[in-house]
């Protein structure tokens, strides 16, 4: 999930139109529109998904592997990666995080069980989001799920995750969580050789990850989007 700056948690008390629609690959997001603001790429859902959190991101995992997810949102991320977990046979250990959870009804209407055809595991996706928070859920042999109601600024993770998913909303609405003391703490979380993947490309961005430590690439992004960047965890770094 993409979230923004205080403008958009006063929303989240208040009522304001959001919006279930369809982005260019068919698959549905959340739109906000006063905010000109969604959950993912409009140029396709679940391809930015694959693209830039499987793809350059898990695939880069051949055993194991424990992800902290950056914004559970709408829960699509970690939906695909426990499909990738069936497909694969491989135990992923997966922590989302969430300050602000996205309604029942909302969830009601995203159509990602279809979109992925992935009909066998409809009550899957319907768990990720009905099992309370801060716990626990075991949805398969192979993959465990914890979701935290937690501002990311309050985490306190010690080399903990093999892999982030940072998917937080733009610099442009929330640029307080692209910051350097942010990273600092995404590369707290991650164990030595660790990963943290995002949508996000600007320059400043890059300078900030880089001051939290981490060796910094950028590569090609996701339909609609001309790069993205992936971040090792250095360890020459005295963080």
């Known amino acids: 999930m993409r979230r923004t700056n205080s403008a958009y948690q006063k ?19 959340i739109s906000i529109p ?9 140029h396709g859902a679940i391809r930015e ?20 997810e ?6 699509l991320n970690a939906f695909i990666t426990f499909l990738e977990s069936e497909k694969y046979q491989r135990k992923i250990t997966y922590t989302g995080v969430e300050a ?14 279809d979109q992925l055809e992935a009909g066998q595991f409809a009550s899957v996706f319907e768990q ?14 192979k993959f465990k799920i914890r979701k935290l109601r937690q501002k990311f600024e309050d985490l306190q993770f010690e080399q903990h995750f093999d892999l982030i998913y940072f998917d ?6 929330q640029p307080e969580l692209w910051s350097a003391e942010i990273f600092t703490s995404m ?22 990850m880089q001051l939290a430590g981490f060796v910094v690439e950028k590569m090609d992004g996701p339909p609609g989007k001309r790069e993205m960047m992936r971040g090792l965890k250095n360890n020459t770094s005295n963080l």
Do not use: M
């Open 187 to 208: 590369y707290r979380a991650l164990k030595p050789e660790g990963i943290l993947v995002t949508y996000a490309a600007r320059s400043i961005i890059k300078r900030n």
């Open 11 to 29: 929303t989240l008390h208040s009522i304001v139109k959001r919006e279930i629609i369809l982005t260019g690959d068919g698959s549905a997001t």
């Open 168 to 173: 937080a909303f733009g610099f442009a609405v």
């Open 100 to 113: 602000y959870p996205v309604s029942a009804e909302e969830v009601s209407h995203l159509n990602y069980v």
């Open 70 to 75: 950056i914004g559970f949102g709408t829960g």
């Open 49 to 68: 998904a694959y693209h830039v959190f499987i793809e350059r991101g898990l695939h880069l995992f051949p055993d194991d592997v424990s992800i902290l």
């Open 34 to 42: 006063e905010l000109n603001e969604c959950y993912h790429s409009r």
């Open 128 to 141: 990720l989001h009905l099992r309370e928070w801060d716990s626990e859920l075991q949805l398969s042999e």
